[in-house]
């Protein structure tokens, strides 16, 4: 089991910055990529983005890609989401994950663990 506890959240106008953090618990963190999601009232859960094992390798939504920064750090077992240039259409509550090796790094079914999610609203 992996425990994930997001933190971070909360309200800002467009254009302002964030940064979440997702600590993890439980078992060996490095065994595990991460990624997370965020969904919207009304609508479905979206991958934002993920990260490899140790960092190396990241992928994000063509929606936040050049605004946001995941990175991990291992040693804290913790991630984080460095969000930029923030718009009122990123508001939804956001969800940390994690995953075993082999599986696809966008879809969330492939995710075995969640966090609670963490809210963050941005105002125009």
């Known amino acids: 089991q992996v425990q994930l506890l997001e933190s971070g959240g909360g309200l800002v106008q467009a254009g302002d910055s964030l940064r979440l953090s997702c600590a993890a618990s439980?078992?060996?963190?490095?065994?595990?990529?991460m990624g997370w999601f965020r969904q919207a009232p009304g609508k479905e859960r979206e991958f934002v983005t993920a990260i490899s094992f140790y960092g190396g390798i990241t992928y994000y939504s063509d929606s936040v890609k050049g605004r946001f920064t995941f990175s991990r750090d291992n040693a804290k077992n913790t991630v984080y989401l460095q969000m930029n240039s923030l718009k009122p259409e990123d508001t939804a509550v956001y969800y940390c994950?994690?995953?075993?090796?082999?599986?696809?790094?966008?879809?969330?079914?492939?995710?075995?663990?969640w966090g609670q999610g963490t809210q963050v609203t941005v105002s125009s």
């Open positions: 439980g078992r060996t963190f490095s065994n595990y990529a």
């Open positions: 994950a994690a995953r075993p090796a082999g599986r696809s790094w966008k879809r969330p079914e492939e995710y075995d663990y």
